[in-house]
C-alpha cells in the first residue's frame, strides 16, 4: 500500500492487500489488488456494504475492482484507518451478483445502432451474429459511475470486443446500446460518446426524482431482448 | 421572486453540492467557490447552504419583484442597484421593481449572488444545484436565462432589520490567502496515488512549472497548459472514483483538474489533489490565470481548513451580531 507520502505509516505486507491511496483529504481509494474478475468486484461489493456503516464515511463509491471511500472530515489518524481497512478486506466474504435481473428489450442495428457493421465488420461474424450472440448473454452490473445510472456491464463475449473509437460520436442519443472494448452499456445521456452504438433501448435507466435514481446497481444482471432487428 | 433580465450562459443556481450520489453516477455540482456562497448566506442569516446563484458570464441583470435583501460575494467586481453602487461582500436591501446589473470582475472569476431565504427551487437528490450534464436540479436542471422568474424564500429575518453591511473577503481576511505579487495562484497539493509512476524529472517538472489555466476550463475541469508529463511506460488504470481537486495526468501529458461538475469517474493516472482549503482560491481562478503547485503533509492540509471555518463563523457572529442591534 501507499498513503503517497515517502514517510507514509508503515501497515503490514499481508498478502495481496489492497492499495490505499489518498486523494485529497477528504477521499481514499482503495484497489483490490490482482486481475479483473467477478470474484474481485465481489469483494468490492461487500467490501464497499460494510465499509459505508462506518462512521465519518459519507459514501463508498464503487469502481471497478476498486472504492473510493468518501468522508464527512479528514480522518484523524491515517495509518490506523488504513489498518482497519486491510482487515476489513480480508475478513469480508465476496458478494455473489445477487442483485435484480433487468431485461432491456433493444431495437438492433437501422439509425440509432449505427456502428453494427463495424462491429460485425470486425469480428468476422454478420450483423445477425453479433446480435445473437449479444443478446445471449447476461451480464454484471460492476459499478454505476460516470454518468447518472451509467452501470458498467461485465460478461460481453469476447468474439464481439469492439475498440472505442478515437473520435466520438458527437450526439449519440440516449438509450443507445453500445460496445466499448470489453464491456457493454446503455447510454443515459444524449452526449458525445466514444462506445460504438449497436442498438437502442427505450428504458429509463435514471430518474433523479426517485428515491433510487438508478435502474442498474452494483450486482444486478442485465440482458438484452431482442426486440426488433433493422438490417 | 425575481426575474432575470440578462445572463449570458453558465450562470446556474448552485448550494454547497450533492453529495452521497456518487455511487450513482452523479456528480457533486455545488459552488465553484464554496467560501463565497456560504459567506454570502451567513451575511443574510440564512443556512450555509441556502442556494444562491453562480454568475460566471456577464453583465447579468435581474429585478427584483418583491422587497428583498440580497449580497454579492466571490470575485471583486462592480454592480449597481437601481444605478446605485453596491460593493462585493456587502449585503442590501431592494425594492419591488429595482435593478440589480452585475458586471464582470476586475479580478477573480465567479460571483454569488444570495437572497434571504435562498433559492427556492425544488431539491433534487437533497440539493439545489443545477447538474448540467444530467438536466436537473435548479432550474429545471439548465443554464438562466432572460425572462426566468426564480423562487425566492422567505428572509429568516424581519425586513426591517438592519442591512446594508459588509465583511471583508477571505483573500483579505486570511493571512496568505491573498495572491502572490507575481500574479501566480500558489496552490497547496497532496501527493495522490499515482505520483510515484513518473520520474523524478517529471516530479520536479510537476512542481516547478508555472501551469496556465486554459480557455478549454470550465466547471467540469481546468486544462493546464505550459509543460507535458509524461510516463514512461503508459498505465491503464480501472475506472475509479474521483473527486473536486484531483489532478490527472491524461495521455497528452497536460494535467487537468477536476471541479464541481466532473465525471464521477475518471482512469488516468493521479499526480496531486488540491487540499479542501485551497479549492475556493482555484474556483476563483480564471482561464488564462497562472497557478503553480506546492506540496503540503496530510497534517497541514487538515490544519488549513481551521481559519477557513474561523473566517466563515466570525462573519457569521458579525452579522448576526450587527442585524440584532
Known sequence: MSINQPNAPFVGTIEKSPKISLIGTLAMLVEAPGDFDLVQQGRIWAFADAVSTWPDVQEAVIGVTNVMLVFEQPPADIGMLSASIVELWHRVPSRKADGKLIEIPVVYGGELGFDLPAVADRAGLSARDVIRIHSEGEYTVCAVASSPGFGYLHGLDPRIYMPRKSVPSLNMRAGSVTIGGMQTGVAVLTSPNGWNAIGWASVAMFDPTSEQPSLMLPGDRVRFRIDRVEL | ?325
Open chain 2, 1 to 325: 421572486m425575481i426575474e432575470i433580465l440578462a445572463s449570458p450562459a453558465f450562470n446556474t443556481i448552485q448550494d454547497l453540492g450533492r453529495h452521497g450520489a456518487r455511487r450513482f453516477g452523479v456528480s457533486t455540482s455545488g459552488a465553484m467557490d464554496p467560501v463565497a456562497l456560504a459567506a454570502g448566506n451567513a451575511l443574510l442569516g440564512n443556512d450555509d447552504n441556502a442556494a444562491g446563484i453562480e454568475i460566471q458570464t456577464f453583465p447579468f441583470r435581474l429585478r427584483f419583484q418583491t422587497d428583498a435583501v440580497f449580497a454579492l460575494t466571490g470575485a471583486d467586481h462592480d454592480s449597481t442597484l437601481a444605478a446605485a453602487t453596491v460593493r462585493p461582500w456587502w449585503c442590501m436591501q431592494a425594492k419591488a421593481g429595482e435593478v440589480l446589473a452585475i458586471t464582470a470582475p476586475r479580478r477573480g472569476a465567479r460571483i454569488y449572488a444570495t437572497f434571504g431565504g435562498g433559492i427556492d427551487v425544488p431539491r433534487v437528490l437533497g440539493s439545489r444545484s443545477t447538474h448540467l450534464r444530467g438536466g436537473f436540479g435548479g432550474l429545471e436542471g439548465r443554464t438562466l436565462q432572460a425572462g426566468d422568474v426564480v423562487p425566492v424564500g422567505c428572509s429568516p429575518h424581519r425586513s426591517d432589520g438592519r442591512f446594508g453591511f459588509g465583511v471583508a473577503p477571505p483573500d483579505v481576511a486570511i493571512a496568505g490567502a491573498a495572491p502572490a505579487d507575481d500574479r501566480v495562484l500558489r496552490i497547496r497539493v497532496l501527493r495522490a496515488g499515482e505520483y510515484d509512476l513518473f520520474s523524478e524529472a517529471m516530479q520536479a517538472a510537476f512542481w516547478s512549472t508555472t501551469w496556465k489555466i486554459s480557455a478549454q476550463s470550465d466547471r467540469g475541469g481546468y486544462r493546464l497548459t505550459g509543460g507535458k508529463l509524461t510516463l514512461d511506460a503508459p498505465v491503464e488504470m480501472r475506472s475509479h472514483g474521483v473527486v473536486t481537486g484531483v489532478v490527472q495526468v491524461p495521455p497528452s501529458g497536460e494535467p487537468i483538474i477536476q471541479m464541481s461538475d466532473a465525471n464521477t469517474a475518471g482512469g488516468y493516472p493521479k499526480m496531486a489533489a488540491v487540499i479542501q482549503a485551497d479549492l475556493w482560491r482555484l474556483g476563483q481562478a480564471a482561464p488564462g490565470s497562472f497557478i503553480a503547485f506546492n506540496e503540503v503533509s496530510y497534517q497541514d492540509a487538515v490544519a488549513a481548513m481551521a481559519p477557513v471555518n474561523d473566517y466563515l463563523a466570525k462573519l457569521r457572529a458579525t452579522a448576526d451580531l450587527y442585524r440584532a442591534l
